[in-house]
């Protein structure tokens, strides 16, 4: 089955870019039919979607987010990416990857699986 | 901006005992060209990701024990949990969209 694993830097300087990559295994990207996301938690907090993209390239983002976020996609290694530019503490949080199932971007859709998630600090 | 609305924040029950979780959507979740509502339901256990329990409000992911079922249509859905068991005690959120509930914590009485 589809497996999901998070990696990249724990630690972040406030005003820098947070850069952090999902490597998919048991499933290809580039076989369609589903889109790639990141979704972070705040520490005890609820969920928010940051955003995801298609292995065509087309993206969509949460509008809260979109001036600071660019999702890509590398379909020759598997993975997707995420950059959260100009961070600060606010963008501390628990940053899950997921598959998205959707028939309607941004509407209706769903998530599974999802990756165990990475704690990203913003700290100088 | 859609709102999903959980009820209640937090809830205790008894083992064996039903639990019920409400969500309201301040918008129709119904996808009118295959009349589906894309409300689904998440579990979240301390420590790890959550975990789909629920589409289509009341299409239960394969896995998933009996005993957790959904309805609703529209604006108003809800989760329940027939006879709760010891490793039922999670977080479950509600999601339509880009948009998850707050989350109800549920706990043993």
Not at chain 2, 1 to 28: F, H, W, Y
């Amino acid at each position: 089955q589809v497996q999901l694993q998070e990696s990249g830097p724990g630690l972040v300087k406030p005003s820098q870019t947070l850069s952090l990559t999902c490597t998919v295994s048991g499933g290809s990207i580039s076989s369609g039919g589903y889109y790639w996301s990141w979704i972070r938690q705040h520490p005890g907090k609820g969920l928010e979607w940051i955003g995801y993209i298609y292995y065509s390239g087309s993206t969509y983002y949460n509008p809260s987010l979109k001036s600071r976020v660019t999702i890509s996609v590398d379909t020759s290694k598997n993975q997707f990416s995420l950059k959260l530019s100009s961070v600060t503490a606010a963008d501390t949080a628990v940053y899950y990857c997921a598959r998205a199932i959707v028939v309607v971007p941004a509407a209706h859709n769903w998530f599974d699986p999802w990756g165990q998630g990475t704690l990203v600090t913003v700290s100088s | 901006d859609i709102v999903m609305t959980q009820s209640p924040d937090s809830l205790a029950v008894s083992l064996g005992e039903r639990a019920t979780i409400n969500c309201k959507s301040s918008q129709s979740v119904l996808y009118s060209s295959n009349n589906k509502n894309y409300l689904a339901w998440y579990q979240q256990k301390p420590g790890q990701p959550p975990k789909l329990l629920i589409y289509w409000a009341s299409t239960r992911e394969s896995g998933v024990p009996d005993r957790f079922s959904g309805s609703g249509s529209g604006t108003d859905f809800t989760l329940t949990i027939s006879s709760l068991q010891a490793e039922d005690v999670a977080v479950y959120y509600c999601h339509y969209g880009y948009t998850f509930g707050q989350g109800t914590k549920l706990e043993i009485k």
